[in-house]
T-cell receptor, first 112, second 112 residues
Framework: KQEVTQIPAALSVPEGENLVLNCSFT??????LQWFRQDPGKGLTSLLL?????REQTSGRLNASLDKSSGRSTLYIAASQPGDSATYLC???????????FGKGTKLSVKP | DTEVTQTPKHLVMGMTNKKSLKCEQH?????MYWYKQKAKKPPELMFV???????INESVPSRFSPECPNSSLLNLHLHALQPEDSALYLC???????????FGQGTRLTVV
């Protein structure tokens, strides 16, 4: 069964810290992996998309890496800010599926 | 324009009501999706439309009826729902397999 796992489930850090969120997935036959942010009661905002042929993507203070062979991705957030507080979801599209399968998310709280 | 627009934002309906959720995108995407998200859970796929044809139905009860009138519009018709159907309903679109997914802000549905 194709599954996505995210650890930790929750993370609390002081403002200014660099942090890493982890995502692992079964089966390396993927199209891509996408990181999303979700604020409480809101929709999903796409942060970064990594195609299966890529190793990393960067956008501002965010950097996402992909190691397809080991089934792992990390989302690195530099110099965290209170406004980064949200739930971060990792989602994988497998070649056999045609749609995204989500992890359960990491709830991030950045304290001022 | 990378926007997916969902209406209404909030909906309260009785178990005997009929209502519809609407989703619209003008990015020229050919695939559109409905996801359901319960509180503190990840989104789960309900339906996929590809080139205006239903391609995936994840064994969703018939009280949910999707419709894709044209390539920009996706509806979800609701009839005789149960209180356990209360959730955030998310619409998404992509250019097709292996491309970036864009989500709307969701409709918060409460069934009373």
């Amino acid at each position: 069964k194709q599954e996505v796992t995210q650890i930790p489930a929750a993370l609390s850090v002081p403002e200014g810290e660099n942090l890493v969120l982890n995502c692992s997935f079964t089966d390396s036959a993927i199209y891509n992996l996408q990181w999303f942010r979700q604020d409480p009661g809101k929709g999903l905002t796409s942060l970064l998309l990594i195609q299966s042929s890529q190793r990393e993507q960067t956008s501002g203070r965010l950097n996402a890496s992909l190691d397809k062979s080991s089934g792992r991705s990390t989302l690195y957030i530099a110099a965290s800010q209170p406004g980064d507080s949200a739930t971060y979801l990792c989602a994988v599209e497998w070649r056999s599926q045609g749609n995204l399968i989500f992890g359960k998310g990491t709830k991030l709280s950045v304290k001022p | 324009d990378t926007e997916v627009t969902q209406t209404p934002k909030h909906l309260v309906m009785g178990m005997t009501n009929k209502k519809s959720l609407k989703c619209e995108q003008h990015m020229g995407h050919r695939a559109m999706y409905w996801y359901k998200q319960k509180a503190k859970k990840p989104p789960e796929l309900m339906f996929v439309y590809s080139y205006e044809k239903l391609s995936i139905n994840e064994s969703v009860p018939s009280r949910f009826s999707p419709e894709c009138p044209n390539s920009s519009l996706l509806n979800l018709h609701l009839h005789a729902l149960q209180p356990e159907d209360s959730a955030l309903y998310l619409c998404a679109s992509t250019q097709g397999a292996g491309t970036e997914a864009f989500f709307g802000q969701g409709t918060r549905l409460t069934v009373v």
